[in-house]
């Protein structure tokens, strides 16, 4: 049975208590999710409490600005042992975040000391590293001290860090690193993440692949995989968005994935209503019940290397010290590890990627990373115009998709002056909150 989870946040903790409650009720096999604000994320809790104090509005939970009752309060009766509650933050530096955690008994967050780092922050990696050990310090002494106390659960972001561009060996190696990160600092409950991109045959290759290492490399451990619905630009027509996250339920049922975190149909326009959360998580889980029930036929996940190259680089990283955190920063000071178009002062930024005809990342340009690059994608540049072709072509694929099936079960325009455009309008009318 796939489980699936919403990225919902809101700040105040009523609203917060009556989205996880919907999501709770939801008709499918849900756990709740308390997404925190960006002042949080930020470390500026003051100017999350002036935001409160003014009454504007958040675009997520500030945890540390209210009263530890208060969220416990919001918590009771709808967190339980059938329904877990997991803190999602985008911190570099979360340890304000975590030392609230036990007392409020929650004990499932994700993140990591690379993939909350690079992407979010100019933070030293060095800096974020230390940071993210206290964290799992903190985690592991709260369960240590109490027989009561829950096994903490944390979940690594590492394979879903600038997902839309880079290419899928980094994803998983770096996602298998911070779960290794995690077990060397006492963490025994964690799960792996991946994030959807361009082309489903390469993403059931690195799912596969993902798999494959966790289960050689995290042994004694209990873990699971979890795939994110697209996190790039995502489809404007209603059509497009629904075929995309269709897509993914499927994926996740393919590839063995134990959770999917999901996205709804307004991405494009502004921040989803709960009732959009609830209809996503229902669609995403009736989705996937019927393709758990089609026949396997045709499913065979083709080996293009993407095993092979997260292996190397795992390898090579794990080379360079035995504290893989101390390694990690090392890696990415030798440019062993190397994001794509990621502009953090730690990372070399000399590698480069793109996308062929069908979706599929290659790289371009692998810097000092100890992999070689792919023929299809060996020695040629993208310039910006082409940059933001590869960042739209999910959108434009799935919308162009969406259109076409509309166009099937519809009579043929035979009015004067221009045809209609191919994408649909966003409807302005709907409910919900304005884009932050």
């Given at each position: 049975?796939?489980?699936?989870?919403?990225?919902?946040?809101?700040?105040?903790?009523?609203?917060?208590?009556?989205?996880?409650?919907?999501?709770?009720?939801?008709?499918?096999?849900?756990?709740?999710?308390?997404?925190?604000?960006?002042y949080?994320?930020?470390?500026?809790?003051?100017?999350?409490?002036r935001?409160?104090?003014?009454?504007?509005?958040?675009n997520?939970?500030?945890?540390?600005?209210?009263?530890?009752?208060?969220?416990?309060?919001?918590?009771?009766?709808?967190?339980?042992?059938?329904?877990?509650?997991?803190v999602?933050?985008?911190?570099?530096?979360?340890?304000?975040?975590?030392?609230?955690?036990?007392?409020?008994?929650?004990?499932?967050?994700?993140?990591?000391?690379?993939?909350?780092?690079?992407?979010?922050?100019?933070?030293?990696?060095?800096?974020?590293?230390?940071?993210?050990?206290?964290?799992?310090?903190?985690?592991?002494?709260?369960?240590?001290?109490?027989?009561?106390?829950?096994?903490?659960?944390?979940?690594?972001?590492?394979?879903?860090?600038?997902?839309?561009?880079?290419?899928?060996?980094?994803?998983?190696?770096?996602?298998?690193?911070?779960?290794?990160f995690?077990?060397?600092?006492?963490?025994?409950?964690?799960?792996?993440?991946?994030?959807?991109?361009?082309?489903?045959?390469?993403?059931?290759?690195?799912?596969?692949?993902?798999?494959?290492l966790?289960?050689?490399?995290?042994?004694?451990?209990?873990?699971?995989?979890?795939?994110?619905?697209?996190?790039?630009?995502?489809p404007?027509?209603?059509?497009?968005?629904?075929?995309?996250?269709?897509?993914?339920a499927?994926?996740?049922?393919?590839?063995?994935?134990?959770?999917?975190?999901?996205?709804?149909?307004?991405?494009?326009?502004?921040?989803?209503?709960?009732?959009?959360?609830?209809?996503?998580?229902?669609?995403?889980?009736?989705?996937?019940?019927?393709?758990?029930?089609?026949?396997?036929?045709?499913?065979?996940?083709?080996?293009?290397?993407?095993?092979?190259e997260?292996?190397?680089?795992?390898?090579?990283?794990?080379?360079?010290?035995?504290?893989?955190?101390?390694?990690?920063?090392?890696?990415?000071?030798?440019?062993?590890?190397?994001?794509?178009?990621?502009?953090?002062?730690?990372?070399?930024?000399?590698?480069?990627?793109?996308?062929?005809?069908?979706?599929?990342?290659?790289?371009?340009?692998?810097?000092s990373?100890?992999?070689?690059?792919?023929?299809?994608?060996?020695?040629?540049?993208?310039?910006?115009?082409?940059?933001?072709?590869?960042?739209?072509?999910?959108?434009?694929?799935?919308?162009?998709?969406?259109?076409?099936?509309?166009?099937?079960?519809?009579?043929?325009?035979?009015?004067?002056?221009?045809?209609?455009?191919?994408?649909?309008?966003?409807?302005?009318?709907?409910?919900?909150a304005?884009?932050?």
């Amino acid at each position: 049975m796939l489980v699936v989870q919403p990225r919902m946040g809101m700040g105040d903790p009523a609203r917060m208590r009556k989205g996880l409650l919907a999501t709770r009720s939801a008709a499918a096999t849900t756990v709740g999710t308390i997404t925190l604000d960006s002042y949080t994320r930020l470390g500026e809790t003051g100017a999350a409490r002036r935001a409160l104090t003014a009454g504007e509005e958040l675009n997520g939970y500030p945890i540390t600005v209210h009263p530890p009752g208060t969220t416990r309060g919001m918590l009771a009766g709808v967190m339980d042992d059938g329904f877990p509650v997991q803190v999602r933050h985008g911190s570099a530096l979360p340890e304000a975040i975590f030392a609230l955690l036990p007392a409020l008994g929650l004990h499932a967050s994700e993140g990591g000391p690379v993939s909350y780092c690079l992407p979010y922050s100019r933070t030293p990696l060095r800096e974020a590293v230390r940071s993210w050990r206290r964290c799992c310090e903190l985690l592991v002494a709260a369960r240590d001290g109490s027989r009561a106390a829950a096994e903490p659960h944390m979940e690594t972001f590492g394979g879903c860090m600038l997902g839309q561009l880079c290419p899928p060996g980094l994803l998983v190696a770096i996602s298998v690193l911070e779960a290794l990160f995690f077990r060397q600092a006492g963490l025994r409950c964690l799960s792996l993440s991946y994030a959807q991109q361009a082309n489903a045959g390469q993403d059931a290759e690195a799912l596969a692949a993902l798999g494959r290492l966790a289960g050689e490399l995290l042994t004694g451990t209990d873990w699971h995989i979890v795939l994110y619905a697209y996190m790039g630009v995502f489809p404007q027509s209603p059509g497009g968005a629904q075929l995309l996250l269709d897509e993914a339920a499927r994926l996740a049922v393919r590839s063995g994935a134990a959770r999917l975190v999901v996205k709804t149909t307004s991405e494009a326009h502004r921040i989803p209503t709960v009732a959009e959360n609830v209809l996503a998580l229902e669609t995403a889980a009736a989705v996937a019940d019927h393709e758990r029930r089609a026949p396997p036929g045709g499913r065979a996940t083709a080996d293009t290397g993407v095993y092979a190259e997260a292996r190397a680089l795992v390898d090579a990283v794990l080379g360079l010290s035995p504290d893989v955190g101390e390694a990690l920063v090392a890696a990415f000071a030798k440019g062993y590890l190397d994001i794509p178009y990621c502009l953090h002062p730690d990372n070399a930024g000399r590698t480069g990627s793109r996308l062929d005809a069908d979706g599929r990342l290659h790289w371009s340009s692998v810097g000092s990373m100890p992999i070689r690059p792919e023929p299809a994608g060996r020695g040629t540049s993208i310039g910006s115009a082409e940059l933001l072709d590869a960042l739209s072509y999910v959108r434009r694929t799935f919308d162009e998709r969406a259109f076409d099936l509309s166009a099937v079960s519809r009579p043929p325009f035979r009015g004067f002056g221009e045809p209609p455009s191919r994408v649909p309008l966003p409807d302005n009318q709907q409910d919900g909150a304005p884009l932050p």
